[in-house]
């Protein structure tokens, strides 16, 4: 299977160094000298689908810009790129979440993908009204995902649930095609979930070993519901033409983090009710700034100043590509990735890594026959950008 490859909107600002906000953490945009307007992302989407990039996850919070809305409007600026939308069941009901779906693939061309988040920090969900504990906010997303795929299925649907109900739901257009759902979580209800009604199910960066341990307990979840989902890693990446200077990058980055937003951080993020975060924490020690590359090429310092994904493929144009083939062999397909500033890093990698992915088989760019893929520069292209 050729691998799919989706960027990131950077909704809550961006800049050389890396921004604050993300999964947990309570203020958004820390550090963020390149505001996310328009014209920013779409500079951004544009560079991303022309270097073969499938799609763009855009992120859902109180630290960022609404998903639906800016994604609608980047959309106008480009072609092919589809929006990997993350949004929460509690702040929608099933049949507006359905007929939205189905409006957005209609005026787009059918570019939407759904990135389902169920809450895993109840200061925030609360913050929108919901006051659902975790396990509840499970039930609920069960419930929506339920309902939903059966309005896109055509069907009438009436149901009463423990935290959901309608009556003789149905839309007057269906979407075409109705959009892959994404999902990701790891607790035991988040696995649930994922096998009863997710197309993809995303984990965050784990080492190898963790991954293949996960995908192992999803997979088995899904053929017990007589289901087989695709798998996806959502990782940041700094890429270069040698490992030294990618090192070197990395270093700067970590150099730039003050000690006191890293206690500020982890302390919040201690808090988290995520396994995920629990998870991420657990790879760099609650701040610990030594020992940060926990696997040959995969650093976990983002983690540090950064909630949600914090783990970050590292190294040469080879070396990353030779661990994307490593996580590939456990059963990864769709990669999301993310790295500072998203619109040069998005070049070091499209440029740098995806064409030697390309010459081992392993990827295709979607728009371009596999004999005009462009061979790898020696110095990528870097696009101005407002600073």
Same mark, same amino acid.
């Given at each position: 299977?050729?691998?799919?490859?989706?960027?990131?909107?950077?909704?809550?600002?961006?800049?050389?160094?890396?921004?604050?906000?993300?999964?947990?953490?309570?203020?958004?945009?820390?550090?963020?000298?390149?505001?996310?307007?328009?014209?920013?992302?779409?500079?951004?989407?544009?560079?991303?689908?022309?270097? &073969?990039?499938?799609?763009?996850?855009?992120?859902?919070?109180?630290?960022?810009?609404?998903?639906?809305?800016?994604?609608?409007?980047?959309?106008?600026?480009?072609?092919?790129?589809?929006?990997?939308?993350?949004?929460?069941?509690?702040?929608?009901?099933?049949?507006?979440?359905?007929?939205?779906?189905?409006?957005?693939?209609?005026?787009?061309?059918?570019?939407?993908?759904?990135?389902?988040?169920?809450?895993?920090?109840?200061?925030?969900?609360?913050?929108?009204?919901?006051?659902?504990?975790?396990?509840?906010?499970?039930?609920?997303?069960?419930?929506?995902?339920?309902?939903?795929?059966?309005?896109?299925?055509?069907?009438?649907?009436?149901?009463?649930?423990?935290?959901?109900?309608?009556?003789?739901?149905?839309?007057?257009?269906?979407?075409?095609?109705?959009?892959?759902?994404?999902?990701?979580?790891?607790?035991?209800?988040?696995?649930?979930?994922?096998?009863?009604?997710?197309?993809?199910?995303?984990?965050? &960066?784990?080492?190898?070993?963790?991954?293949?341990?996960?995908?192992?307990?999803?997979?088995?979840?899904?053929?017990?519901?007589?289901? *087989?989902?695709?798998?996806?890693?959502?990782?940041?990446?700094?890429?270069?033409?040698?490992?030294?200077?990618?090192?070197?990058?990395?270093?700067?980055?970590?150099?730039?983090?003050?000690?006191?937003?890293?206690?500020?951080?982890?302390?919040?993020?201690?808090?988290?009710?995520?396994?995920?975060?629990?998870?991420?924490?657990?790879?760099?020690?609650? &701040?610990?700034?030594?020992?940060?590359?926990?696997?040959?090429?995969?650093?976990?310092?983002?983690?540090?100043?950064?909630?949600?994904?914090?783990?970050?493929?590292?190294?040469?144009?080879?070396?990353?590509?030779?661990?994307?083939?490593?996580?590939?062999?456990?059963?990864?397909?769709?990669?999301?990735?993310?790295?500072?500033?998203?619109?040069?890093?998005?070049?070091?990698?499209?440029?740098?890594?995806?064409? *030697?992915?390309?010459? *081992?088989?392993?990827?295709?760019?979607?728009?371009?026959?596999?004999?005009?893929?462009?061979?790898?520069?020696?110095?990528?292209?870097?696009?101005?950008?407002?600073?």
């Amino acid at each position: 299977m050729t691998l799919t490859f989706h960027w990131f909107m950077p909704t809550n600002g961006d800049s050389r160094d890396i921004v604050g906000g993300g999964h947990g953490v309570r203020t958004g945009a820390a550090g963020a000298d390149r505001p996310a307007t328009v014209g920013y992302l779409s500079q951004i989407a544009l560079a991303a689908e022309d270097l &073969g990039f499938v799609g763009a996850l855009t992120p859902t919070g109180t630290w960022c810009e609404d998903a639906w809305l800016t994604t609608a409007m980047v959309s106008r600026h480009t072609e092919r790129l589809k929006f990997l939308v993350a949004f929460r069941p509690d702040s929608v009901s099933p049949t507006l979440a359905a007929q939205m779906a189905s409006t957005y693939q209609r005026l787009t061309g059918g570019r939407l993908l759904v990135n389902v988040v169920t809450g895993g920090e109840s200061r925030e969900q609360r913050a929108y009204g919901d006051f659902l504990d975790k396990d509840q906010r499970y039930e609920r997303t069960d419930e929506f995902l339920h309902v939903v795929r059966g309005l896109w299925a055509g069907e009438r649907v009436t149901r009463t649930g423990r935290h959901l109900r309608v009556e003789e739901a149905e839309l007057s257009r269906l979407p075409d095609p109705a959009p892959q759902i994404y999902f990701g979580g790891s607790s035991p209800r988040a696995l649930e979930v994922a096998a009863r009604h997710v197309d993809v199910y995303l984990t965050w &960066g784990e080492p190898p070993a963790a991954v293949a341990e996960k995908i192992a307990r999803v997979r088995a979840h899904a053929e017990a519901q007589g289901r *087989r989902l695709r798998f996806g890693i959502r990782l940041h990446v700094i890429t270069r033409d040698t490992a030294e200077q990618a090192w070197a990058e990395a270093r700067r980055l970590l150099d730039g983090f003050d000690p006191q937003t890293v206690r500020a951080v982890q302390e919040g993020l201690a808090r988290s009710e995520s396994e995920g975060q629990r998870r991420m924490l657990e790879l760099h020690g609650g &701040g610990n700034t030594d020992g940060l590359e926990i696997h040959p090429n995969l650093w976990a310092g983002i983690g540090l100043v950064r909630g949600g994904a914090g783990t970050a493929l590292v190294g040469s144009h080879e070396e990353v590509a030779d661990l994307i083939g490593e996580y590939h062999a456990l059963g990864i397909d769709e990669f999301v990735l993310s790295g500072y500033p998203h619109l040069e890093e998005a070049y070091w990698f499209g440029e740098g890594v995806l064409p *030697r992915l390309a010459s *081992r088989g392993l990827w295709t760019h979607p728009a371009r026959p596999a004999s005009l893929t462009r061979p790898a520069p020696q110095v990528p292209f870097a696009a101005a950008a407002p600073r």
